[in-house]
């Protein structure tokens, strides 16, 4: 016990360092939610610390000033079917690749060599393939792009290098096929890489404006950050408004994130210790 509080005590110049980081960090959600909270001119000066007069309604404007339920059920339609995409491409791939298959290294190198090109490189060559499957202005156009994320398939892999292989011979004996045990064996021994490939599937379609901003021409099928856009463009006074629709856009993605958050963590470490 003495032990133990004295490397507390050694470590409390590291803790109060977090702590004052994070704080520093929260600043500006602070001053986003306090904002639309009050509607106060950004370049108000003193600023105020704390909220005056807070008044609810703001959030009562952004939602019925733009259509936000339709905005809101197409970013849900379109994260949904990006993380659905995400966890059978990316489990089959990342199992794939715990296998021994000729050209398996070649595989990996191209998989590797993808991620060093930006999106924004690929964009036009996307746009085109999506006109010709004759997806455009859809929601599965806007979440083909996010089907599947290289980075995603390596959590998996990295989950799946952790599973003994003596598990997955004893299975195949059992008479199970390769397809049931993904499902039966490795899926259920993966949840960090699961949570993982949910939480930021999740974010990158959520907050995705590019992709949207090109293939869409309906109002009614836009998504929130093009409705942020549009609502901007609309009522550029209303910093109240503007600020509130901003939180009702962040607020899935950090909720989502903090439900899920030690899982995440497992599955962006998991591998990490092996050998």
């Not at 993605?253 to 958050?261: D, H, I, M, N, S």
């Amino acid at each position: 016990m003495a032990s133990r509080s004295m490397n507390n005590y050694r470590r409390w110049p590291i803790h109060t360092t977090l702590i004052i980081v994070c704080t520093l960090m929260l600043i500006p959600f602070y001053w986003v939610i306090k904002t639309s909270l009050t509607g106060e001119n950004l370049f108000s000066y003193p600023p105020a610390i704390l909220p005056q007069n807070p008044n609810p309604y703001y959030f009562v404007d952004a939602w019925y000033f733009v259509p936000f339920v339709r905005f809101f059920a197409n970013s849900v339609i379109v994260a949904g079917l990006a993380i659905t995409a995400n966890l059978i491409l990316n489990a089959l791939a990342g199992y794939a690749l715990t296998r021994h298959f000729a050209g398996k290294r070649l595989v990996v190198l191209v998989l590797l060599s993808s991620m060093m090109i930006p999106f924004h490189a690929t964009i036009i060559p996307a746009y085109l393939i999506t006109r010709e499957l004759g997806l455009l202005n859809t929601h599965l156009g806007l979440a083909l792009p996010a089907f599947s994320h290289v980075v995603l398939i390596f959590v998996f892999k990295a989950s799946f290098d952790a599973v003994p292989n003596s598990l997955i011979e004893a299975a195949r004996l059992d008479g199970l096929s390769e397809w049931r045990i993904i499902y039966k064996i490795m899926l259920p021994l993966a949840k960090p890489a699961v949570a993982t490939n949910i939480i930021l599937s999740f974010i990158w379609s959520w907050n995705d404006f590019l992709w949207p901003l090109m293939i869409i021409r309906d109002v009614d099928m836009q998504t929130l950050p093009l409705g942020l856009s549009t609502f901007q463009s609309y009522f550029e006074d209303t910093t109240g408004s503007l600020y509130a629709f901003s939180v009702m856009v962040l607020a899935p993605g950090l909720l989502v994130f903090l439900l899920a958050q030690k899982e995440f963590i497992r599955g962006l470490t998991s591998g990490a210790s092996k050998g």
